[in-house]
């Protein structure tokens, strides 16, 4: 981990290269997690920046504490879990919030390690978690299970927060719904906006006055979400050609011959950016066109280049959301309600 920036070294026979020096600081995995990667990481926003999170894909969660040990991890691991962890949040009140594939959420006292309560709810436990603790004690869940939602099946995300008595949490479901899946999700720093983005190609910011945040003694009764993106995939529309096809005997009949031929020849699927850029092209939506649309496919051969896959906003201004997906492009659009 180093503050300062690599100095660029240009050679005439080579690009632009960035060259390191070695970093200020290692910290070290333990022999269990060693050269294995690691497949989610959080840091603490309180107390400094002193506590470092992470998930490796060996299924063993790491905890570092900066000020006492950097050598060392602690280790919360279980062979009773059914499915390994997939993310990692720090929350409010000196807690972990634990994820795992099997959409079910732990949480753990971070001072003794141990668990403290756990949400496997089919409309509130997902598969990821996200948290701001500057701005809220509870973490937002996503990526569960699919409800029906008007006339298409959407995926959503809701807001957990622990009550005042133990094995107690309240939950808020947020407006924030996807076709397909919620790839991602975030939140703005200035405003408390949630931002999120999925495989339907919409970008969408909500804001709810049930969240309460750090300091606020009372909720508001109002709620706000609009789509300020929408990607469109748009093919090519080519005839279908009817393919001839010989009979392979002179048993078969005029009938089924007659069939053969006008069985219809569809294209092949466009699987790569190649042929998505030669078959088929995208559209940018600053609005929701697709309300009251036919639900979007939930598989497809072809690449979903409208898909919107990581999120992040800008955090010394807020009001920024940068995101991409698929189609390889990284788009910078103002994501703020009015």
């Known amino acids: 981990?180093?503050?300062?920036?690599?100095?660029?070294?240009?050679?005439?026979?080579?690009p632009l290269v960035y060259r390191c020096a070695e970093p200020d600081l290692i910290l070290c995995c333990p022999d269990c997690c060693n050269n294995i990667p690691i497949i989610s990481i959080a840091w603490s926003e309180k107390g400094g920046s002193n506590k470092l999170a992470s998930v490796s894909a060996s299924g063993h969660v790491l905890i570092w504490d900066l000020n006492e040990s950097t050598t060392s991890a602690k280790i919360i691991y279980s062979t009773e879990w059914l499915s390994p962890p997939l993310s990692v949040v720090f929350c409010g009140m000196g807690q972990l919030a634990v994820s795992f594939r099997e959409k079910l959420i732990r949480i753990y006292d971070l001072a003794t390690l141990t668990f403290v309560i756990e949400e496997s709810a089919q409309r509130t436990a997902g598969m990821q978690v996200y948290s701001r603790e500057g701005l809220f004690n509870?973490?937002?869940?996503?990526?569960?299970?699919?409800?029906?939602?008007?006339?298409?099946?959407?995926?959503?995300?809701?807001?957990?927060?622990?009550?005042?008595?133990?094995?107690?949490?309240?939950?808020?479901?947020?407006?924030?719904?996807?076709?397909?899946?919620?790839?991602?999700?975030?939140?703005?720093?200035?405003?408390?906006?949630?931002?999120?983005?999925?495989?339907?190609?919409?970008?969408?910011?909500?804001?709810?006055?049930?969240?309460?945040?750090?300091?606020?003694?009372?909720?508001?009764?109002?709620?706000?979400?609009?789509?300020?993106?929408?990607l469109v995939r748009k093919s090519e529309e080519v005839p279908l050609a009817k393919a001839v096809v010989l009979p392979l005997n002179d048993d078969v009949n005029a009938d089924d011959s007659a069939e053969c031929e006008?069985?219809?020849?569809?294209?092949?699927?466009?699987?790569?950016?190649?042929?998505?850029?030669?078959?088929?092209?995208?559209?940018?939506?600053?609005?929701d066109i697709k309300i009251g649309k036919t639900a979007i496919s939930q598989f497809s051969l072809d690449l979903r280049t409208e898909s919107l896959n990581r999120l992040a906003v800008s955090e010394p201004s807020g009001k920024l959301a940068i995101c991409g997906g698929e189609a390889g492009l990284l788009i910078f659009i103002p994501c703020f309600l009015r």
């Open 1 to 14: 981990i180093r503050s300062d920036i690599p100095v660029p070294s240009i050679n005439d026979n080579n």
């Open 138 to 230: 509870g973490i937002f869940s996503y990526q569960q299970d699919f409800t029906l939602s008007g006339v298409h099946l959407t995926c959503g995300t809701c807001y957990i927060v622990l009550g005042s008595s133990k094995e107690n949490f309240f939950v808020v479901p947020l407006a924030n719904k996807h076709e397909v899946q919620l790839w991602d999700m975030c939140i703005c720093p200035k405003t408390g906006a949630i931002i999120s983005a999925g495989a339907d190609g919409r970008l969408q910011v909500s804001l709810n006055g049930r969240l309460a945040a750090i300091g606020s003694e009372k909720d508001f009764v109002f709620n706000a979400c609009r789509v300020v993106l929408t």
């Open 262 to 287: 006008n069985e219809a020849r569809f294209p092949p699927p466009q699987t790569n950016l190649q042929l998505c850029a030669e078959k088929s092209h995208l559209e940018f939506c600053f609005e």
